[in-house]
């Protein structure tokens, strides 16, 4: 498995996205486990989760203790692995998502989900969504305290604009390590943000690399180019759309989401895929 960089940290390239096994949809505890398994076993090291992957009201960090399983049943070395979660995203279990950016809530926050995920120190937290009733340095501070109290061993955000992240960085005097934000072939407006990033070497980790739960099954309909680099490479349209982000520069680290054991298996071949110059080109006009 090829590595990226995280703060200081090494990755894979490829990551997993938790969220398809805790919200709508979900499949069953024992595919659930299997999956991250599988993960696990093709290299990934790189875990994604957040307290908001739940369903219901009342099981709040569904998705962060199904990964403490997953790691705790699996036969491999867990040492490698990097858990990041997420704090200040609200799911109250009728379907909408809220905001909440409060420092009380996330320092609360912070230590529920380090006891779900039984570690002391979390290697990675982020903010998961700006909160527009809180100022933004008083959520990203709170970052601030708990890298400097040794709560958690590196900060990032999540749906962060420009600015946003620039004031992340000043907040967190220069340790800002990662910027989680949607991306992928139908979604490229974080496109000034991925540069950003790459810029000032934090990583970038795109959320619904694939369009998302609906839309990447129809990722290689909706995307003819894609689909036609991937006849010609004997692979899938998900396999080149992942290609394609790795090749946007050397910080990202794409989290595809999976809910079956055989869709991460084909993400992570995703490495191994080098694009061509003129296929490269090909995509990004198709995108355009």
Same mark, same amino acid.
């Given at each position: ?65 199904? !990964? #403490? %399983?997953? =790691? ?7 040492? @490698?692995?990097?858990? +990041?979660?997420?704090?200040?995203? *609200? ?51 709170? !970052? #601030? %305290?708990? =890298? ?7 900060? @990032?955000?999540?749906? +962060?604009?420009?600015?946003?992240? *620039? ?51 129809? !990722? ?21 759309? *992942? ?46």
């Amino acid at each position: 498995m090829q590595t990226r960089t995280i703060g200081t940290r090494p990755v894979s390239a490829i990551g997993l996205g938790g969220m398809p096994l805790s919200i709508e949809g979900r499949p069953d505890r024992e595919r659930a486990v299997a999956t991250v398994h599988a993960a696990l076993d093709a290299g990934v090291t790189l875990l994604d989760t957040a307290d908001a992957y739940h369903l219901h009201a009342d099981e709040v960090g569904h998705n962060e203790e199904l !990964l #403490a %399983e997953a =790691l705790r049943t699996w036969g491999g070395d867990t040492s @490698g692995v990097l858990v +990041a979660t997420k704090g200040g995203h *609200l799911r109250p279990g009728d379907g909408s998502w809220t905001q909440d950016g409060r420092p009380e809530h996330l320092r609360r926050a912070v230590q529920d989900s380090a006891r779900r995920l039984g570690v002391e120190a979390i290697g990675l937290y982020q903010f998961h969504r700006p909160d527009p009733a809180v100022p933004y340095a008083d959520s990203v501070g709170v !970052l #601030a %305290e708990l =890298l400097d109290a040794g709560t958690i061993e590196m900060a @990032g955000i999540s749906n +962060a604009d420009p600015q946003q992240i *620039l004031e992340a960085q000043e907040v967190l005097g220069g340790r800002l390590v990662s910027v989680q934000n949607q991306y992928s072939p139908g979604f490229t407006s974080s496109q000034e943000e991925l540069a950003l990033c790459a810029q000032h070497g934090i990583a970038f980790l795109p959320w619904s690399p694939l369009g998302g739960i609906r839309g990447a099954g129809e !990722l290689g309909g909706r995307h003819a180019a894609f689909s036609e680099v991937a006849d010609a490479r004997g692979v899938s349209p998900q396999v080149v759309a *992942l290609a394609w982000e790795l090749a946007q520069a050397p910080v990202v680290v794409p989290i595809p989401g999976s809910s079956r054991p055989e869709t991460i298996r084909d993400s992570v071949t995703a490495v191994d895929l080098e694009l061509t110059a003129d296929e490269l080109s090909r995509l990004d006009a198709a995108v355009r």
